[in-house]
């Protein structure tokens, strides 16, 4: 019953991170081929961003609240989740993550600014938990394919899918 649960949540994109800022964050060289550049503020801005969306995702779906998605995601990532948080909600359960590794490639950056595209091979412990009591806790390797979009003030996250291996 707990592999189910962990694949449907992970068949929804459901990740999350509950120490990003422990987590050992790894960034490749960007190496963009086309006509705009990638400036190194909005690199950094793109990948503060995008770290910070792992852990809005991690308190969303360790207290079951989609609200908290609003500042960091849209479109589909926005609705897949929301659709994960609610699935859980009529499970019973929540699931906590714990961040361990991000290595972070930069693969795209619209030539008109309006999307940049990243992959991300991470890592995390996931735990299950059932009405309120912990059960069996998951190492999982997965890699994210991830399109962020502008925002008045920061960069949102618009695709969130992941390949668990």
């Known amino acids: 019953m707990l592999r189910f649960l962990l694949i449907f949540c992970f068949g929804f994109s459901a990740v999350s991170v509950l120490a990003a800022a422990q ?30 969306s792992w852990q809005s995702l991690s308190t969303a779906l360790d207290h079951n609240n989609a609200e908290v998605l609003n500042a960091d ?14 699935e859980q909600k009529a499970l019973g359960i929540r699931t906590r993550y714990e961040d361990r590794a991000h290595d972070l490639h930069i693969v795209f950056y619209s030539p008109e600014g309006l999307s940049i595209e990243l992959t991300d091979n991470v890592e995390y412990d ?11 806790t998951q190492h999982v390797r997965a890699r994210y394919v991830v399109v962020l979009t502008p925002a008045e003030v920061r960069w949102r ?3 969130f899918q992941a390949d668990i291996e």
């Not at 987590?23 to 990948?47: N, S």
């Not at 849209?74 to 994960?84: Q, S």
């Open 23 to 52: 987590a050992t964050v790894r960034v490749e060289p960007t190496k963009l081929q086309g006509p705009r550049t990638l400036e190194d503020q909005t690199q950094a801005a793109v990948i503060r961003d995008y770290l910070k």
């Open 73 to 86: 995601f849209v479109g589909t990532a926005k609705d897949k989740l929301t659709h994960t948080i609610q």
């Open 126 to 136: 996931v735990q299950l938990i059932d009405h309120d009591k912990p059960t069996a």
């Open 157 to 159: 996250v618009r695709v």
